[in-house]
């Protein structure tokens, strides 16, 4: 699995506390708390994990493991449910 | 006073359901899930078609713009089994990535559908004809990964047999491009399908997938002897989709039925269904036709 060397610059984020690190969720860059799961990522943008599902740098992470999944700077996510189609 | 006689003895028209993989059916009807006007269409367009599976769409979840509106809000969990698809991947491994997610949402979820997919990989965003290779690709991975796979294809009847050849559980020719409601294009394609995918294994499934666009098209592709359609846009962009909804149900039993009856022997000329003796004295003589076009037997009366 991929996964990227996090280096934090305070100058450009220096409203940012160190603590935090930069990921893509579909697409788009979010700042989250160092040490974040899966699990609470998923409770922080109110998804209800029964109807989701998350990879995490092209890889499904299950769900059971998602309380033991800790992001890491870089980490390119895809977080998916399901629509109306054909 | 006239007295019809009863038939006591009722035919059995029961008919075996369709079996795809471990999955029974109750209905040969398929509905996809997009391009209605509201969830609440949808469900009634589900009900009302009869349907026993629905299939959906894996799609980014919507972080910023969500109005907390949900489709599983409006599909009926504890009486359809959801097929999840892989609409709108242009190649195997996106697919694949797709399917993987779709299990994992149907797990969550407690819904049998979690076993399968329903495999589209398309080549082309003009017509959506599916890539071959990337679809024969595809199905070999998830196969190996224990789906169920319904392989979405063009009607080409080589490309059908490698995909059962792989290991897909049902192939799903198009009759006409995605969304275009165009009908059967090729029925003699279909039939030739047929014949390939079900030449010593008739209950292997093979099901009609894309391009029916009204009732007519449903009986068509299942009088050819097809298992089952499956269809999208004929209900949700009909003037009145609840309406063709019906119609399409009525349709698949219209056309399974007829399938099943054995239709007769078109022919050329007519043949009177009432006797053609004892007909009353007319005072103008028939016309007599000299002889019978050359190629067409003669109709043998028994």
Redesign the interface.
């Known amino acids: 699995m991929l996964r990227y060397y996090c280096s934090l610059s305070p100058n450009l984020h220096a409203n940012v506390s160190e603590t935090t690190i930069e990921i893509t969720v579909n697409g788009v860059v979010r700042q989250v708390g160092a040490g974040t799961t899966l699990a609470s990522l998923v409770g922080q943008l109110n998804l209800v994990p029964q109807q989701v599902a998350i990879e995490v740098n092209r890889r499904l992470v299950p769900r059971s493991e998602h309380p033991r999944c800790r992001l890491r700077c870089g980490d390119e996510l895809e977080i998916v449910s399901l629509a109306g189609g054909g | 006073m006239t007295r019809t006689r009863s038939v006591n003895a009722t035919p059995d028209f029961s008919d075996k359901p369709l079996r795809i993989g471990p999955f029974t059916l109750t209905s040969r009807l398929i509905i996809?899930?997009?391009?209605?006007q509201s969830?609440e269409q949808?469900q009634q367009c589900v009900q009302l078609s009869g349907t026993h599976c629905v299939?959906?769409?894996?799609?980014?979840?919507r972080?910023?713009d969500s109005q907390g509106r949900?489709?599983?809000d409006h599909l009926n969990l504890d009486q359809l089994i959801?097929l999840?698809?892989t609409?709108?991947c242009f190649d195997a491994d996106t697919a694949v990535?797709c399917a993987?997610?779709?299990r994992?949402?149907l797990?969550?979820?407690e819904n049998p559908g979690a076993g399968w997919v329903k495999l589209e990989v398309l080549g082309d965003q003009r017509t959506l004809l599916p890539d071959p290779l990337e679809t024969l690709r595809a199905t070999e991975t998830l196969v190996k990964e224990g789906f169920c796979v319904l392989c979405y294809t063009s009607d080409d009847p080589i490309a059908a047999r490698r995909l059962k050849e792989a290991g897909a559980s049902c192939v799903m020719p198009a009759g006409s491009p995605?969304?275009s409601g165009q009908g059967i294009l090729n029925p003699n394609n279909i039939r030739i399908i047929l014949e390939f995918l079900k030449e010593g294994d008739p209950d292997y499934p093979m099901i009609v997938d894309?391009g029916v666009g009204t009732a007519s098209d449903v009986v068509i592709a299942m009088e050819l002897g097809v298992d089952g359609v499956?269809?999208?846009?004929a209900i949700a962009k009909a003037e009145k989709p609840e309406l063709m909804a019906t119609a399409m149900k009525t349709a698949v039993l219209a056309g399974r039925t007829a399938f099943l009856s054995g239709r007769m022997q078109k022919s050329l000329y007519a043949s009177a269904s009432s006797p053609e003796i004892g007909v009353i004295t007319s005072s103008i003589p028939p016309k007599q036709v000299a002889s019978r076009y050359p190629f067409e037997k003669a109709e043998k009366t028994t």
């Open positions: 996809g899930s997009g391009k209605y969830f949808m299939t959906v769409a894996v799609r980014r979840e972080l910023h949900n489709i599983l959801l999840p698809n609409a709108g990535r993987r997610m779709g994992e949402i797990l969550g979820l995605i969304g894309a499956l269809l999208n846009s």
